[in-house]
């Protein structure tokens, strides 16, 4: 008797297992029926039969048998891959892309033969491409999470198969900066850079990020990495410089540049930044001589012509006011400072010039000209701006 009840449970178990491959074969029926019906234009149908697909494809993963099968994972990751694509199922299936990645990785991680893994690759790419195409339609239409989620999707599919999405990365990191979701923009960006994708807008973003949430620190830290990669980058320079101005550290920053300039003396843009850094420690005799540097370097380095133009400016409206304070009976005395004025003032002139000369567009450049050389009492210049003035 006992064998007998042995031999029934053994059957009983053979008939298990069997349906349990039974429902494994009607879920892959179920959804090539659907994929037909979605061919066809009858969706109310193709969800029908996916709907039964799930019914059938779960009892299957949770079978020690069925559950160890690379097949059945793989008919499962296009099930739920198919219902993440219909916008109707989303609400019964809010989880569908989650179940097709976890499917996939797990019908990867069975296939120990490599049997399947064309199939499984082919199904993942054909998941990706349909994710790219959806993320990009989100991002054209300012729907910046739907896409950062797309995009980031990808990035777990890629996984699967070995390969590092950096395009997704840095579409999400795009996506993230546009819809203001910073931090998740930082960490999409700096992946890029250290795999050397799009590294210096990469770095530069990051730091300007930061900055502006005041992690100044964190940015600082970026900016020091970027400017080892790239340092040649005048973005990179410029925005780094902009992190220690608007975190008050001058010291600091005025180390970093000298070491930096000193290091690319031919760097023009190296120069203005130490320049600034100089003038805002109050050490003007410094910046000049780094705004000088610079201007050796590119004569048409705008900025350093405006600089020093402003540098000598201010200094002879400082030295003008101090001659005014001297008393009225020490004639000679005002004489000599208005005239040490007078020179500084004509120190301002030429750089003035050069800068309106590279920049037209900037009409307060000629207010300043025109005040200079009314100080100057030099009638045909002041005559020449004001007419430029006036034109305009």
Same mark, same amino acid.
């Given at each position: 008797?006992?064998?007998?009840?042995?031999?029934?449970?053994?059957?009983?178990?053979?008939?298990?297992?069997?349906?349990?491959? !039974?429902?494994?074969?009607?879920?892959?029926?179920?959804?090539?029926?659907?994929?037909?019906?979605?061919?066809?234009?009858?969706?109310?149908?193709?969800? #029908?039969?996916?709907?039964?697909?799930?019914?059938?494809?779960?009892?299957?993963?949770?079978?020690? %048998?069925?559950?160890?099968?690379?097949?059945?994972?793989?008919?499962?990751?296009?099930?739920?891959?198919?219902?993440?694509?219909?916008?109707?199922?989303?609400?019964?299936?809010?989880?569908?892309? /989650?179940?097709?990645?976890?499917?996939?990785?797990?019908?990867?991680?069975?296939?120990?033969?490599?049997?399947?893994?064309?199939?499984? $690759?082919?199904?993942?790419?054909?998941?990706?491409?349909?994710?790219?195409?959806?993320?990009?339609?989100?991002?054209?239409?300012?729907?910046?999470?739907?896409?950062?989620?797309?995009?980031?999707?990808?990035?777990?599919?890629?996984?699967?198969?070995?390969?590092?999405?950096?395009?997704?990365?840095?579409?999400?990191?795009?996506?993230? /900066?546009?819809?203001?979701?910073? /931090?998740?923009?930082?960490?999409?960006?700096? %992946?890029?850079?250290?795999?050397?994708?799009?590294?210096?807008?990469?770095?530069? #973003?990051?730091?300007?990020?930061?900055?502006?949430?005041?992690?100044?620190?964190?940015?600082?830290?970026? !900016?020091?990495?970027?400017?080892?990669?790239?340092?040649? !980058?005048? +973005?990179?320079?410029?925005?780094?410089?902009?992190?220690?101005? #608007?975190? /008050?550290?001058?010291?600091?920053?005025? &180390?970093?540049?000298?070491?930096?300039?000193?290091?690319?003396p031919d760097d023009a843009n190296m120069w203005f930044a130490l320049?600034?850094? %100089?003038?805002?420690?109050?050490?003007? =005799?410094?910046?000049?001589?780094?705004?000088? #540097?610079?201007?050796?370097?590119?004569?048409?380095?705008?900025?350093? *012509?405006?600089?020093?133009?402003?540098?000598?400016?201010?200094?002879?409206?400082?030295?003008?006011?101090?001659?005014?304070? &001297?008393?009225?009976?020490?004639?000679?005395?005002?004489?000599?400072?208005?005239?040490?004025?007078?020179?500084?003032?004509?120190?301002?002139?030429?750089?003035?010039?050069?800068?309106? $000369?590279? %920049?037209?567009? *900037?009409?307060?450049?000629?207010? =300043?000209?025109?005040? +200079?050389?009314?100080?100057?009492?030099?009638?045909?210049?002041?005559?020449r701006v004001k007419e430029l003035i006036e034109g305009n």
């Amino acid at each position: 008797m006992k064998k007998l009840s042995l031999i029934i449970l053994a059957l009983f178990v053979v008939a298990f297992v069997s349906a349990q491959s !039974s429902k494994v074969n009607s879920a892959y029926a179920n959804y090539n029926h659907a994929s037909t019906e979605l061919a066809g234009g009858d969706l109310e149908a193709a969800v #029908k039969d996916l709907r039964e697909a799930t019914v059938n494809i779960e009892p299957a993963i949770a079978n020690e %048998k069925t559950k160890l099968k690379s097949k059945t994972w793989r008919y499962r990751g296009n099930i739920y891959s198919m219902i993440a694509g219909i916008e109707s199922m989303d609400e019964e299936f809010p989880d569908a892309t /989650d179940k097709a990645i976890e499917s996939y990785r797990k019908a990867m991680e069975l296939d120990t033969k490599g049997s399947y893994k064309d199939d499984i $690759t082919q199904s993942i790419v054909a998941m990706y491409n349909s994710g790219l195409q959806l993320g990009v339609e989100a991002y054209s239409a300012q729907e910046y999470e739907k896409a950062i989620y797309y995009f980031e999707t990808n990035q777990q599919l890629y996984d699967i198969i070995g390969l590092v999405d950096t395009m997704g990365i840095y579409n999400a990191g795009l996506a993230a /900066d546009h819809g203001g979701f910073n /931090d998740k923009a930082v960490e999409n960006y700096l %992946k890029c850079a250290d795999m050397g994708y799009e590294g210096e807008y990469c770095y530069n #973003k990051s730091i300007n990020l930061l900055s502006g949430q005041e992690k100044y620190d964190e940015a600082i830290e970026v !900016s020091k990495a970027a400017r080892i990669k790239f340092p040649e !980058s005048q +973005a990179i320079i410029i925005s780094q410089l902009n992190v220690y101005l #608007k975190a /008050d550290k001058y010291e600091e920053a005025e &180390i970093e540049l000298e070491q930096a300039a000193n290091e690319s003396p031919d760097d023009a843009n190296m120069w203005f930044a130490l320049g600034v850094v %100089k003038e805002n420690l109050d050490k003007k =005799d410094e910046a000049v001589a780094a705004y000088v #540097k610079s201007l050796e370097v590119d004569p048409d380095f705008y900025n350093s *012509n405006m600089n020093l133009a402003i540098l000598y400016f201010s200094k002879a409206s400082d030295m003008i006011n101090a001659a005014n304070e &001297i008393p009225v009976n020490e004639i000679d005395k005002y004489e000599a400072a208005k005239a040490d004025a007078m020179e500084q003032l004509k120190l301002a002139v030429p750089y003035f010039e050069k800068s309106y $000369t590279l %920049k037209p567009e *900037n009409k307060n450049v000629l207010l =300043d000209l025109k005040e +200079a050389y009314g100080q100057l009492n030099d009638t045909e210049n002041y005559n020449r701006v004001k007419e430029l003035i006036e034109g305009n």
